[in-house]
């Protein structure tokens, strides 16, 4: 007779991914709770170490640092700016080839000579830009054809982070509230606008229905253009972002642009 003893037959022959990370999470937070605060924090090479012993590639893990450190804490929007006109903020973000520090410079050279915007920020591995609303910066645009795109933005930000030796992960984010607030100040000052108008025709004793007929009417109205502009805004800098990242897979960003484009380019303007 075998001495071993009841073999647990509840147990799954897999786990499926959410209960892999559940308990991932779990053993980490016994282990920090263990440990002291001291011993809280993995460094890469431990990260590195621990994929191994789970069979996990170093390459996958090595991707999703990089991209964990592009991340940018947005926070979620909430608020009746964002239920009556939609999101204030977009991104991208791609793997390309080269170092971060190439990457940023060719994108330093793509925003400033052809989005029209001038560097806000320049720490480490990250850009943060704003739009030159100079005659410097209207020139720009006009010349490269781009447009106001991302000079609608508050915010323009890149990141780049090495992902081996010849590949880096780079995110883009713009941000694009005071857009939105120029929206809403629109819509307010219609609906103002409106109750003025109203008042003014009860006092000329129009009937009750002529004298609200003009906030009913308009101001929806209004909402549903400005809401409507704010998302083609938004489509535009995102579509904007895109095409940027493009160019540097191609590794075109950061090259300058010849006569004839910017001929071509003025023509179209």
């Known amino acids: 007779m075998s001495n071993e003893g009841p073999k647990p037959t509840n147990l799954p022959a897999a786990i499926d991914r959410a209960a892999v990370e559940r308990v991932l999470a779990r053993a980490l937070e016994l282990q920090a709770g263990t440990s002291?605060?001291?011993?809280?924090?993995?460094?890469?090479?431990?990260?590195?170490?621990?994929?191994?012993?789970?069979?996990?590639?170093?390459?996958?893990?090595?991707?999703?640092?990089?991209?964990?450190?592009?991340?940018?804490?947005?926070?979620?929007?909430?608020?009746?700016?964002?239920?009556?006109?939609?999101g204030a903020s977009v991104s991208a973000q791609r793997t390309v080839s080269g170092t971060p520090a190439q990457v940023l410079k060719a994108l330093d050279d793509w925003m400033q000579r052809q989005e029209g915007l001038k560097v806000k920020?320049?720490?480490g591995e990250r850009i943060v830009w704003e739009a030159d609303h100079g005659i410097a910066g209207a020139v720009k645009r006009i010349v490269s054809g781009r447009g106001a795109a991302l000079a609608r933005?508050?915010?323009?930000?890149?990141?780049?982070?090495?992902?081996?030796?010849?590949?880096?992960?780079?995110?883009?984010d713009a941000q694009l509230g005071a857009n939105r607030a120029?929206?809403?100040?629109v819509?307010?000052?219609?609906?103002g606008a409106s109750v003025v108008a109203g008042g003014v025709l009860v006092a000329l004793?129009?009937?009750?229905?002529?004298?609200?007929a003009p906030a009913v009417v308009l101001v929806p109205a209004v909402w549903g253009?400005?809401?409507?502009?704010?998302?083609?805004?938004?489509?535009?800098a995102q579509l904007a972002l895109e095409q940027v990242l493009d160019r540097l897979e191609r590794g075109e960003a950061g090259r300058p642009p010849t006569l004839l484009s910017m001929l071509a380019a003025a023509v179209r303007g």
């Open 187 to 191: 819509n307010a000052g219609m609906a």
């Open 182 to 185: 120029s929206m809403a100040q």
């Open 205 to 212: 004793s129009f009937p009750l229905v002529a004298a609200v």
């Open 36 to 86: 002291g605060d001291t011993q809280d924090r993995l460094t890469e090479a431990q990260l590195l170490d621990l994929a191994k012993e789970v069979g996990l590639d170093a390459t996958h893990l090595r991707q999703a640092l990089a991209e964990e450190r592009t991340r940018v804490a947005i926070p979620e929007e909430r608020g009746l700016l964002a239920a009556l006109y939609g």
């Open 225 to 236: 253009i400005a809401r409507a502009s704010h998302t083609r805004v938004v489509e535009r």
């Open 153 to 172: 933005a508050t915010d323009v930000a890149a990141t780049a982070i090495a992902l081996d030796a010849s590949r880096v992960v780079v995110r883009l």
């Open 121 to 123: 920020r320049h720490f």
